[in-house]
């Protein structure tokens, strides 16, 4: 589970070390950039609602493979490109397979782990991608200083390849599901489906909360950047890129944090991972660096176990032959949060710089908090998760 989140996340993000130096080779502006980065995320959001209806009733490690194989092979052929627009081209590429991994594995979890287990794997998971996410960034930005952009794309796409083959070899089939008898008819009942999710309270209070997880997450790593580099700060970009280091805590923090939701429950789970990352949000408010790095750890451990909470209630409130379905939505609500977050907390640093974004995004958490309080009660417990 942990393989599949790393090989999934290794790409995704690998161009924002990058884009300094992209900017100077392909002689474009940041904004002209920056869509390597956005383009990945729009490919992940349009395509994550329509790939889970077409993969609802395909065979689950079928679908992961075939789609770790579909991330790496665009990320190989991003090292031919030759223009700013090649390279836009197949990071959306990039983008467009990886609902086929990270919103069919979680219904392949529930599948097949028992209801009082279903977070703790979660957790593992989770804890893979925010790992794949560090090591892309970070193997990008080395190895494209040492030698070229294109070794970067290179590296990263052999070790997707060889990923997708070890998930083929170690990745068991699914045992715990009924085969379906038609396979053909998911596109034609898409429309309804997606209407008979959105009728539920619980699933438009998961996809809301969702939006918040990388909402917040995004806006303050965004943002924070011109914070800490001014006074009194005055951080370079290379000291500004080691910020993610804190990822690292994640590793350790979420699994624990799965293990403690399946202990007091969802709701419960929720509410201390937001109030984790409110805190974390609050403590870079400090003109003390480490503090900042403290609140940033703490920010990153609360949003990743609030990830792990959210997917398991995912699979609590959709309906059976809608699961992949309703995450392929979540994962839409998840990354237009993240596209909101790069911009909407521009306004509110016109008005009052980091006080006022730090404000506008505890808002945001609190918001979220009082969505999953109320969204996802039920009038009965389901398991251990209610």
């Not at 065979?59 to 992961?64: A, D, F, G, H, L």
């Not at 293990?259 to 929720?270: E, H, P, S």
């Not at 306004?347 to 404000?359: H, N, S, T």
Request: hydrophobic share 55%.
């Amino acid at each position: 589970m942990a393989l599949c989140g790393v090989c999934a996340f290794l790409e995704l993000y690998c161009t924002q070390p990058l884009l300094p130096m992209l900017a100077r080779l392909f002689h474009a502006s940041k904004t002209g950039v920056g869509m390597t980065v956005s383009a990945a995320t729009l490919g992940v959001a349009i395509s994550a609602p329509i790939f889970g209806a077409l993969t609802e009733r395909l065979p689950r490690k079928r679908v992961i493979v075939a789609s770790l194989v579909g991330i790496s092979l665009p990320t190989l052929l991003a090292a031919t490109s030759t223009s700013l627009a090649q390279l836009v081209f197949w990071r959306f590429l990039q983008g467009i397979t990886v609902p086929g991994v990270i919103a069919v594995l979680v219904t392949y979890i529930g599948e097949e782990w028992p209801a009082d287990q279903v977070a703790l794997i979660i957790s593992f998971y989770v804890s893979g991608t925010a790992l794949g996410g560090f090591i892309g960034r970070v193997s990008a930005g080395i190895l494209a200083d040492r030698f070229s952009w294109r070794v970067s794309f290179l590296a990263l796409g052999a070790l997707a390849l060889a990923g997708a083959g070890a998930v083929a070899l170690w990745l068991p089939h699914g045992r715990n599901r009924t085969k379906p008898q038609h396979r053909l008819d998911a596109l034609p009942s898409f429309p309804y489906q997606v209407q008979g999710l959105f009728r539920s309270r619980r699933l438009i209070a998961t996809f809301a909360v969702g939006f918040n997880v990388l909402f917040s997450l995004v806006g303050v790593f965004t943002w924070i950047t011109f914070y800490l580099a001014a006074a009194p700060f005055h951080l370079s970009t290379t000291a500004l890129s080691s910020l993610f280091f804190v990822y690292l805590v994640g590793l350790v923090v979420t699994p624990a944090g799965g293990y403690l939701i399946t202990r007091v429950g969802l709701r419960a789970g929720i509410g201390g991972a937001i109030a984790c990352s409110i805190a974390g949000v609050l403590l870079t408010l400090a003109h003390s660096l480490p503090v900042v790095i403290l609140g940033l750890a703490m920010l990153s451990s609360g949003v990743f176990v609030a990830q792990t909470a959210s997917q398991s209630h995912l699979r609590v409130a959709a309906p059976t032959g809608a699961r992949v379905t309703a995450a392929g939505i979540y994962i839409t609500f998840y990354y237009l949060g993240g596209t909101a977050a790069g911009v909407v907390p521009g306004a509110f640093w016109a008005l009052g710089k980091w006080p006022a974004c730090v404000a506008f995004i505890v808002a945001m958490q609190l918001i979220a908090l009082t969505i999953a309080l109320f969204g996802w009660r039920t009038p009965q417990a389901v398991g251990s998760t209610a």
